[in-house]
């Protein structure tokens, strides 16, 4: 399982794109951003607040309408990550979202003795909601629209 943004090498992902227009996208564009499932489950919510048409196995449009809001969500998501000081408040806060649980599914099966380095996965899930964040900001600043599509 990967906490980062990555290449459109690996499936079983979400696709951050800013290559469209209002009615269209590049799929799969060299600009595009990844993030596997599991991880990006965490930010679901945000993801839905922002846009009640979010479809998860589909294409949703964030324009200016809605990218602040979203940018809002992920600020304050990124606000509850950076106040975890315990493996309980983590694990907590992951999976009191939807499909949250299948990050640690994930994370058991890549790395059984997880919880003795929970900090490094919170500190890359803090990373990552970083870097979306400066997703939302290149949008706001370059008047783009941002394309989530699932795969």
Do not use: H
């Not at 949703?60 to 602040?68: E, L, W």
């Amino acid at each position: 399982m990967r906490i980062e943004l990555f290449g459109s090498e690996n499936l079983n992902i979400i696709e951050l794109n800013t290559t469209g227009d209002n009615e269209n996208y590049i799929r799969g564009d060299f600009e595009s951003k990844y993030v596997e499932s599991e991880v990006f489950n965490i930010f679901t919510d945000c993801f839905e607040n922002a846009n009640k048409l979010y479809e998860f196995f589909g294409a949703t449009k964030y324009n200016s309408r809605n990218i602040v809001p979203l940018r809002n969500e992920l600020l304050a998501k990124l606000e509850k990550l950076e106040k975890i000081d315990s493996l309980e408040i983590f694990q907590e806060l992951l999976t009191s979202v939807f499909l949250g649980q299948e990050f640690f599914d994930a994370l058991n099966k890549e790395d059984p003795k997880w919880k003795d380095t929970w900090k490094e996965y919170l500190s890359k899930v803090i990373e990552l909601n970083k870097g979306l964040i400066e997703v939302t900001d290149k949008c706001i600043e370059e008047q783009k629209i941002l394309w989530i599509i699932g795969y």
